[in-house]
Nanobody
Framework: VQLQASGGGLVQPGGSLRLSCAAASGGSLSRYFMGWFRQATGKGREFVASISWSGGSTYYADSVKGRFTISRDNAKNTVNLQMNGLKPEDTAVYYC?????????????????WGQGTLVTVSS
């Protein structure tokens, strides 16, 4: 499946953004355990959040817990990341990813397909 992330942009500290991930090639995201990861300049890619096939289980990095919410709409074939209370340290390129098995929700190397990324910049 080809993934396409969108919704990034420039926002002031304390602001909000909503990222979306869609299947660009017409594939069905409902077949996949989905995750969001991010990579800041000069740093490695890190786990942000993930969600099970039905949306019944969600997982978050400690750094975003209570501020970010992952959700999915299988009817619309999208996965979203609502980001509130954004901080400068949230600045990064955000990637959505799809995992066939969902055995390790926060492990980068478990994910099979990746989108191209969308840049989020938090700055005043």
């Amino acid at each position: 499946v080809q993934l396409q992330a969108s919704g990034g942009g420039l926002v002031q500290p304390g602001g909000s953004l909503r990222l979306s991930c869609a299947a660009a090639s017409g594939g069905s995201l409902s077949r996949y355990f989905m995750g969001w990861f991010r990579q800041a300049t000069g740093k490695g890619r890190e786990f942000v959040a993930s969600i099970s096939w039905s949306g019944g289980s969600t997982y978050y990095a400690d750094s975003v817990k209570g501020r970010f919410t992952i959700s999915r709409d299988n009817a619309k074939n999208t996965v979203n990341l609502q980001m509130n209370g954004l901080k400068p340290e949230d600045t990064a390129v955000y990637y959505c990813a799809a995992d066939v098995h969902g055995s390790w929700p926060d492990r980068i190397h478990e994910y099979d397909y990746w989108g191209q990324g969308t840049l989020v910049t938090v700055s005043s």
